[in-house]
T-cell receptor, first 113, second 117 residues
Framework: KNQVEQSPQSLIILEGKNCTLQ??????????LRWYKQDTGRGPVSLTI?????NTKSNGRYTATLDADTKQSSLHITASQLSDSASYIC????????????FGAGTRLFVKA | EPEVTQTPSHQVTQMGQEVILRCVPI?????FYWYRQILGQKVEFLVS????????KSEIFDDQFSVERPDGSNFTLKIRSTKLEDSAMYFC???????????????FGPGTRLTVL
């Protein structure tokens, strides 16, 4: 069954600190993996996208990694800011005749001053 | 910067009533989607639409749901007879190509919060 599991469920960090969010998936055949940021009450906004052959992708203070062998991805946030407080969602796409996108439940990040 | 827009931002309705949620996708996009997110839960795929027909739908998207692209700019989701469990945030999204294809990023709208009483 195609699944995307994220951990931790929630995380509290102090402003300026780094953090790493995890995503494990059992999606096949794998097409790509995206990380989204979702502010409360808003639609998800894309941060990074990686295909099978890519193992790292950066977008400013956000760096995503992908290990296609172990089916794991991480999102590292450097020097966190209060505005980073949001849900971070891992989304994996599979191609099974048509594209299917499977959303993780997200990690709720709280950045405190 | 082009964006997906949705109206209304909040819709309150009585159980059993019909609602229509509206979306204006990015103008040169060809693929359109509806998702829902029940409060505190994950985003769930409802339906994808391409070339004036449904290309995929989930088991959530039953006979109570329908989608339409009535003109060149709007994309609507209709719920015929709302139930309490339809209360959720509904997101519209669009992409230039099929979602999941590497080069075709999905852009999400801000959502419509549907409350069924």
């Amino acid at each position: 069954k195609n699944q995307v599991e994220q951990s931790p469920q929630s995380l509290i960090i102090l402003e300026g600190k780094n953090c790493t969010l995890q995503c494990n998936y059992t999606v096949s055949p794998f097409s790509n993996l995206r990380w989204y940021k979702q502010d409360t009450g808003r639609g998800p906004v894309s941060l990074t996208i990686m295909t099978f052959s890519e193992n790292t992708k950066s977008n400013g203070r956000y760096t995503a990694t992908l290990d296609a062998d172990t089916k794991q991805s991480s999102l590292h946030i450097t020097a966190s800011q209060l505005s980073d407080s949001a849900s971070y969602i891992c989304v994996v796409s599979a191609y099974t005749g048509g594209f299917k996108t499977i959303f993780g439940a997200g990690t709720r990040l709280f950045v405190k001053a | 910067e082009p964006e997906v827009t949705q109206t209304p931002s909040h819709q309150v309705t009585q159980m059993g009533q019909e609602v229509i949620l509206r979306c204006v996708p990015i103008s040169n996009h060809l693929y359109f989607y509806w998702y829902r997110q029940i409060l505190g839960q994950k985003v769930e795929f409802l339906v994808s639409f391409y070339n004036n027909e449904i290309s995929e739908k989930s088991e959530i998207f039953d006979d109570q749901f329908s989608v339409e692209r009535p003109d060149g700019s709007n994309f609507t989701l209709k719920i015929r007879s709302t139930k309490l469990e339809d209360s959720a945030m509904y997101f519209c999204a669009s992409s230039g190509g099929p979602a999941g294809k590497f080069s075709d990023e999905q852009f999400f709208g801000p959502g419509t919060r549907l409350t069924v009483l």
